[in-house]
């Protein structure tokens, strides 16, 4: 079973939408954003609300979907990192 860190952005995501507080979400992503220096401007921020796995302890699970404005395709290793768990 793989240890979920608690502090990766999609578990922070999570917790915030669990707790009636997704409002902050949309900026908690674009600050990882500009982390990873990248323009959150140039990004439409998609969450999409599913069951949770068995082993999270987790009542949801918050995935976030990057897709680029100007229609390019995200870099995937940016789309797996924003979604990491562990």
Not at 77 to 84: A, F, G, H, P, S
Request: hydrophobic content about 35%.
């Amino acid at each position: 079973m793989a240890k979920i860190n608690p502090y990766t952005l999609q578990m922070q995501i999570t917790r915030m939408f669990e707790s009636n507080q997704s409002f902050f979400a949309l900026e908690k992503v674009n600050d990882w954003l500009k982390e990873r220096k990248e323009d959150p401007h140039n990004y439409e921020i998609i969450f999409h609300r599913q069951e949770a796995r068995l082993d999270s302890g987790l009542s949801l699970n918050i995935q976030i979907e990057l897709k680029r404005k100007d229609g390019q395709e995200v870099d995937p290793w940016l789309q797996q990192e924003i979604n990491r768990y562990q």
